[in-house]
């Protein structure tokens, strides 16, 4: 199993970027994927997830109405599209998988594939 994230980099305060996970190794749609962040001295944190049975989606309460959460299955990659970017949402990036279908926003500590991550750096 392999995931792989790209799209990170630096932005200024209100801008966006938009996050890749390419995922390989298992069926996409099996599996619900999370998007977690992790700041340097804090502890890693999940954002967003959207799951695999209807593709509901969850988010963090310091992102919702700001980011977005989206799959498409038939090209095996989710995405992040981060809007109305803060300075505190500097962090390194993760997606991850999992095979449950939570009707909440679930713990880092459940999902057990993972990427290697990606920097976002938000600063003007």
């Known amino acids: 199993v392999q995931l792989v994230e790209s799209g990170g980099g630096l932005a200024q305060p209100g801008g966006y970027l938009r996050l890749s996970c390419e995922v390989s190794?298992?069926?996409?749609?099996?599996?619900?994927i999370g998007w977690f962040r992790q700041a340097p001295g804090k502890g890693r944190e999940t954002v967003s997830c959207?799951?695999?049975?209807?593709?509901?989606?969850y988010y963090d309460y310091r992102v919702k109405g700001r980011f977005t959460v989206s799959r498409d299955n038939a090209k095996n990659t989710v995405y992040l599209q981060m809007n109305s970017l803060k300075p505190e949402d500097t962090a390194v990036y993760y997606c991850?998988?999992?095979?449950?279908?939570?009707?909440?926003?679930?713990?880092?500590?459940?999902?057990?594939?993972w990427g290697q991550g990606t920097q976002v750096t938000v600063s003007s």
């Open positions: 959207i799951n695999n049975i209807d593709g509901t989606t």
């Open positions: 991850a998988a999992e095979r449950f279908s939570p009707n909440y926003l679930p713990s880092w500590k459940i999902f057990g594939y």
């Open positions: 190794g298992i069926t996409l749609d099996l599996y619900t």
